[in-house]
């Protein structure tokens, strides 16, 4: 099975096809260079183009288009969806979603990860995963409240993700061990979408994730 998966949560635009027999074509940004101003527009249809060109494969043989579900930034996600749809109309792919803090917690090498995202207004979108399962629902909190919630559970995770960069400083107060700035972990690997979506998983809405109500309004 041939997976292209792409996500756009987050400032980077990433993308990946994960090819059936098992090697990986990924393009993004370097490791260790997180994106502060996300170019989805300009940049995630070339990198998609880039992983099938390098894989030899065309459109027609992709299986399945996965995309990052969110929760993240609501424009970036808009994006991401969109693309994820008229791929899969235009060339009959059915089209799966992945929850982005699960995809961001499978690139962290701990038993207890802690995937947190920059939500901007002083907050971040988070979750907790223990061994792979999900421990602590996606929510959308300030800092501080993650870190009273921390102290009062005990637990000491890893944190990973723009969000866990930004807020170091505190998050380290409650025992929370960050992840070092130039590790890979930070970034939401669109290989990981690729490697979710190709498990066996319920039918889920291809409806984004938000958490939280978009910053714009319409104006009355």
Not at 13 to 19: E, M, N
Not at 52 to 69: E, H, K, Q, Y
């Amino acid at each position: 099975m041939n997976v292209l998966g792409f996500d756009t949560s987050t400032a980077a635009s990433t993308a990946c096809l994960l090819r059936d027999d098992g090697e990986a074509f990924e393009a993004g940004p370097p490791a260790g260079s997180p994106q502060t101003a996300p170019r989805h527009a300009g940049e995630l249809l070339p990198r998609i183009v880039e992983c099938l060109d390098r894989a030899g494969l065309g459109f027609r043989d992709v299986d399945i288009v996965a995309v990052g579900r969110g929760p993240g930034a609501f424009t970036g996600l808009r994006i991401g969806f969109a693309t994820a749809r008229a791929l899969g109309q235009a060339h009959s792919i059915p089209v799966r979603t992945v929850p982005t803090l699960q995809a961001l917690a499978a690139g962290m090498s701990s038993p207890l990860a802690l995937p947190l995202i920059d939500a901007r207004r002083g907050e971040v979108f988070g979750a907790l995963y223990e061994s792979t399962e999900q421990r602590w629902d996606d929510f959308a909190a300030s800092p501080e409240a993650l870190v009273s919630r921390l102290r009062e559970s005990g637990l000491r995770p890893l944190a990973a993700g723009d969000g866990s960069l930004r807020f170091r400083e505190l998050l380290e107060t409650a025992g929370v061990r960050v992840a070092p700035g130039s590790s890979p972990s930070h970034l939401v690997r669109a290989l990981n979408i690729c490697r979710l979506a190709a498990r066996d998983q319920p039918a889920t809405p291809i409806t984004p994730l938000y958490l939280r109500e978009p910053d714009a309004r319409p104006s009355r």
